[in-house]
């Protein structure tokens, strides 16, 4: 039996304090979940073992539609925040399962794909008739996540899908499939700590113009026609950073 299961949480825990992370990666599936009454109940026994926040980390190429739509709709029953990380790709039923965080987030570099859904079929035209109409409201389906989360028109996500749109980070944040581009962290850190370090010493350097200014007016008197030392610290004080 091959092994059916394509997530992974990192820390498990009873902190509610701290976010739980789950990692999708590869295949959403390998087996479908149609006939399945064990897989999703273990997915679904996972996520509300524990309550509090839940990273996803999502890196995968898509796969069933029943089991992404069935994983969307236990993280959208979920109590908590749900926060959604795509490192690499959410495709296909991937970036159906990505609709369900209260925050989607993509880094730089990352892609989203949507498609209309694909499937096999043989038999006679009544048979392949069957086949399209089944498509056609599985499409509708995935519009229907799509929707809620973008508030585009159920036209304008049907024509993305009919011409499989592949989006960067910055034109899915457009399209409102994506919230916000992945932030470093520690250059964010940098540049607050440089802009403390440049402050401070402003005004380090300013005080002590005006305590040399100072003691050179108590040894010698300023000459006539030049700034004393009021009208030194009132100059500065103009260009003080604040």
Request: charged share 25%; net charge negative; aromatic share 8%.
């Amino acid at each position: 039996m091959k092994n059916k299961k394509f997530w992974q949480w990192k820390n498990q825990s009873e902190d509610e304090g701290r976010a739980r992370i789950l990692e999708l990666s590869g295949t959403i599936a390998e087996e479908s979940w149609f006939d399945d009454d064990v897989t999703p109940e273990q997915f679904k026994d996972e996520l509300f073992a524990y309550n509090g926040e839940v990273t996803i980390w999502i890196n995968s190429p898509g796969g069933d539609c029943i089991a992404a739509s069935r994983i969307y709709a236990m993280l959208m029953d979920y109590p908590g925040a749900i926060t959604v990380k795509i490192d690499g790709i959410a495709a296909s039923a991937a970036s159906v399962i990505a609709m369900a965080g209260t925050r989607v987030l993509m880094a730089p570099t990352a892609l989203m794909m949507i498609h209309n859904p694909m499937t096999l079929a043989y038999g006679n035209h009544q048979d392949m008739q069957k086949a399209i109409g089944m498509l056609d409201e599985v499409k509708e389906s995935i519009v229907n996540a799509y929707e809620i989360k973008t508030t585009l028109t159920r036209a304008k996500i049907s024509h993305l899908m009919d011409n499989e749109t592949w989006m960067n980070a910055k034109k899915a944040i457009e399209l409102g499939f994506a919230d916000a581009i992945l932030e470093d962290a520690k250059k964010a850190s940098n540049e607050a700590s440089y802009a403390f370090s440049m402050r401070t010493s402003q005004l380090s350097l300013m005080n002590k113009i005006t305590e040399t200014y100072a003691i050179a007016e108590d040894q010698e008197p300023p000459e006539e026609g030049t700034a004393g030392l009021n009208e030194l610290e009132k100059r500065l004080n103009l260009i003080k950073p604040q």
